[in-house]
């Protein structure tokens, strides 16, 4: 069977870049609010304890692949143990996946972008030019997508650890206690809603086969993990010494409001349209990122000897999905509902089941 | 209504992108892939001309 970006090969430091910024970009997004809900004062943790989840998984992957499928990624073992109908309904499920959260996280900067910094542009053309840079991108391929977000990185970093400590005028630690917030039953259930945000552990497992040595999937899973996780809960922290529990649950857009904050003095104060490039950055690598693995995961599925040309369909459905419905809160309910509650049993489940049963099946022959 | 037709150009060009693909597979005698390129363009196709016909009209 044909297999698309065949000599597609990333270093180890461009793949947990990427996968860095996959998890860490929640910060712009409507995460801060959904666990804000869950913990309150303690939302800090639920990051802290959603990665022990991702951790365990990442190893349990680790273990099962180096045990019994030590070059192959999570599509081929599907292909080679399960026979073609079977690998396409659950590369077409997991592509599904991936372009839904693509064009929900696209209406959600979009949204950003429009009633923040663009008030009197029209959306769609906001989300055209994001789309066309995005399907660009991910047309480059997947050391184009490494090397950009290996670039990235350090400014997205710099640019959160910048934006938690110029507010360091505004926080107040006593809206940390008390210290277990909705208490840890509500905790725990958070914990449980929200750990899909860790997409790095399927992104990994799809494309293993084409890291530079499959061997370091654990190092990588490991640490693009940890370094998300510290990115997140700075950001947390700062956000609830920043805002009250009761606003910190209202607000659309946290990294926007705390950028609205900065005041440290006559000049150094709004200085939100410096934080817009390093959230358009991170936009990109993001969105670029589940749009090409989408397209791997239907281009294994359904035979496609290549990839690049189904991009630029891929990316108009990603738009015109993101633009169907009507208003934002559908789109947030949809975030909040459905994928970030249900969406472990791909992240996580998905993965782990089909390589414990692949390894109890016998190697079929791939035609 | 033409505003919605000229904005349709876009999506058009993407359809005759995808069915070019598909075309190419089909000449490869891959079906399957073929047809699910097909559908894939004319999900998006028909996607798009829905969100533009509600902006456009």
């Keep these: ?367 | 209504m033409l505003r919605f037709l000229a904005a349709m150009v876009i999506p058009l060009w993407v359809l005759v992108y995808t069915v070019q693909f598909g075309r190419w597979m089909h000449k490869k005698r891959l079906r399957v892939g073929a047809w699910s390129a097909y559908t894939v363009g004319a999900a998006a196709f028909v996607a798009a001309g829905v969100v533009l016909w509600r902006v456009c009209t």
């Excluded at chain 1, 959600?108 to 789309?131: A, D, K, S, W």
């Excluded at chain 1, 705390?258 to 490039?277: K, N, T």
């Design chain 1, 1 to 367: 069977m044909p297999r698309p970006q065949a000599e597609a090969s990333i270093g180890g430091r461009e793949m947990t870049a990427t996968l860095t910024i996959v998890v860490a970009s929640h910060t712009f997004l409507n995460y801060p609010r959904v666990v804000s809900a869950a913990g309150y004062e303690a939302s800090w943790m639920v990051p802290i304890l959603s990665a022990v989840i991702a951790l365990v998984v990442v190893l349990a992957l680790d273990w099962l692949f180096q045990r019994y499928f030590s070059d192959m990624g999570l599509a081929e073992v599907f292909q080679q143990r399960f026979g073609i109908p079977v690998t396409m309904v659950l590369c077409v499920v997991i592509a599904l996946y991936f372009l839904a959260i693509t064009a929900i996280i696209l209406r959600q900067f979009m949204e950003n972008v429009v009633t923040t910094v663009l008030p009197n542009t029209p959306i769609y053309v906001v989300g055209g030019l994001f789309i066309i840079t995005v399907v660009y991108v991910a047309f480059c391929g997947l050391e184009g997508i490494g090397r950009i977000a290996f670039l990235a990185l350090p400014v997205f970093v710099v640019g959160i650890i910048s934006l938690c400590l110029f507010t360091m005028n505004q926080w107040r630690p006593a809206f940390l206690f008390p210290l277990w917030g909705a208490g840890i039953p509500n905790l725990l259930w958070g914990v449980l809603d929200n750990s899909s945000i860790f997409t790095n552990v399927i992104v990994l497992a799809m494309i293993r086969m084409h890291i530079h040595d499959p061997k370091e999937f654990r190092r990588m899973g490991v640490r693009s993990t940890l370094y998300a996780t510290v990115l997140l809960v700075c950001f947390l922290l700062t956000y609830h010494m920043v805002f009250s529990p009761a606003e910190t649950v209202k607000l659309t857009s946290p990294m926007y409001s705390m950028a609205r904050l900065i005041h440290l003095g006559r000049f150094v104060q709004r200085l939100e349209s410096i934080f817009i490039f390093m959230w358009v950055s991170a936009a990109v690598v993001k969105l670029t990122i589940t749009l090409w693995c989408a397209a791997y995961a239907l281009s294994v599925g359904m035979g496609w000897p290549v990839l690049r040309p189904i991009l630029p369909a891929l990316g108009l459905l990603c738009l015109a999905g993101s633009l169907l419905p009507t208003n934002l809160s559908v789109v947030l309910q949809t975030m909040d509902k459905l994928i970030l509650k249900w969406t472990w049993f791909i992240v996580f489940l998905l993965p782990l089941l089909g390589l414990l049963i692949a390894a109890m099946l016998p190697k079929r022959k791939v035609v």
